[in-house]
């Protein structure tokens, strides 16, 4: 059975860094997509960043210039780089592995960003 397993969340001070990991778990074969998404209360969930097998990376503007996605196929791994944390970056952020017709979730991680 296949898991995703985030870690990194946290509370963090506007302005501040966290940097977020999503670790497969189980036999998932060849991952094509990789994704981050996320939840902020009484919002719809949020395409965050997606990175192919080519290491080609897509961010939603609210966090352009500011997440970095990155990926380790032979570890099966995905980080989430984010800086210059924002309040409104503040939701449950949801790793999203792609692999051929299977489409896995993480359970999900808190980042709260506050003073």
């Known amino acids: 059975q296949v898991q995703l397993v985030e870690s990194g969340g946290g509370l963090v001070q506007p302005g501040g860094s966290l940097r977020l990991s999503c670790a497969a778990s189980?036999?998932?074969?060849?991952?094509?997509?990789m994704s981050w998404y996320r939840q902020a209360p009484g919002k719809q969930r949020e395409l965050v960043a997606s990175?192919?097998?080519?290491?080609?990376?897509n961010y939603s503007d609210a966090v352009k210039g500011r997440f970095t996605i990155s990926r380790n196929d032979a570890e099966k791994t995905m980080t989430l780089l984010m800086n210059t944390l924002k309040p409104e970056d503040t939701a449950v952020y949801y790793c999203?592995?792609?692999?051929?017709?299977?489409?896995?979730w993480g359970q999900g991680t808190q980042v709260t960003v506050s003073s």
């Open positions: 189980g036999s998932i074969g060849s991952v094509y997509f």
């Open positions: 990175i192919t097998p080519d290491k080609m990376t």
């Open positions: 999203n592995f792609l692999a051929g017709p299977f489409n896995y």
